[in-house]
């Protein structure tokens, strides 16, 4: 059975780029017709963005390092309480986006450390996480603010945005693309990148080196709980303006989806995590547009997100590869 070449592939890369984004083009216009302004949704589309950007750059280290982490919708959703709980405290959003990303760091350290040392499962692990997070989150709001269900916090708290001609964007949109664009050029342009990737395909050979595969992957949990941390409390603080228990609404598992679509390739990620909060943007603006709101009903608006994620995964995933210790714990002889 014959195959395309590597590099034919290469060279005709730029034709998907540019069907893309002929599509892009095409479906903007299409939806200008029917009443959604494309300037808006791609305002809403980066928002949606951002927390699963930074959540799947995060976990594209911490997999090239052998380590799963499946459990980013509890990371958001403890992050986003305890963000705005130091935002609270601290007067200010930015206080509150360091608390949560300082959240995220240590469940990321905690996650890591159980399947570094202690060789659990990492799976069940991270779904142990979630599971604990949605008991959890609403005790926390019940311990902070006696009350389960909603809590809107000062507007001021809100991080403000920055005006651009595709719309009001959030400084931490900006911080996003740049994490991206960083974690690409540590994974392929340094040595702590070779080794982490090194430790991912094949640890004993790292341990022979002299290299420590327990620090490489708690940096890269760390690494990755910081980076989802800081997603999560972008939810309440850069996004919604208010915090419910449900605020993660399946997310995390969206941001796990852009790591598989990525192949673990960090700027691959960032534009993955781009089609989906622009799915999330289309549904949104659905949602609200006088005229089509009335016309389509809520319930399927609403699943337009998580059924442009199973079919992108559906599409891709049988051609990515993965390190090839990815989830297994090291065990030295």
Known sequence: MSTVPSGA????RWLWWLAAAATVAATGRSLERVGLPPVSLVETGLLAMTPLALAAVGECLNEKAGLVNIGLEAIFMVA??????????????YVGLAGGALTGAVMGLGLGAVSVYGRADQVIAGMGLNVFALGFVPFLLISLWAFPGIHVFPNELMIPR?????????????????????????????????????????PEAVDVAGLRVDRLRLLTATL???????????LPLGWFGALVKEISAGRGFIALACVV???LEPLVALGAALLFGLADGVASAVAVTPGLKERVPFYFVSMIPYVVTLAVVAVVIGGRRFPSTVGRPYARE
């Open 80 to 93: 986003a309480t305890v963000g705005v709980w130091c935002a609270e405290l601290g007067r200010s959003g």
């Open 261 to 263: 679509f990525a192949g």
């Open 162 to 202: 920055i005006p651009t001609p595709v719309g009001q964007v959030s400084p931490v949109t900006v911080a996003a693309v740049l994490a991206a664009v960083l974690a690409h050029l540590l994974l392929h342009r340094t040595v702590l990148g070779f080794r982490i990737r090194a430790v991912g395909e094949r």
């Open 224 to 234: 990755g709980g910081t980076l989802a941390g800081l997603g999560g409390a972008f």
């Open 9 to 12: 592939m290469g060279r005709y």
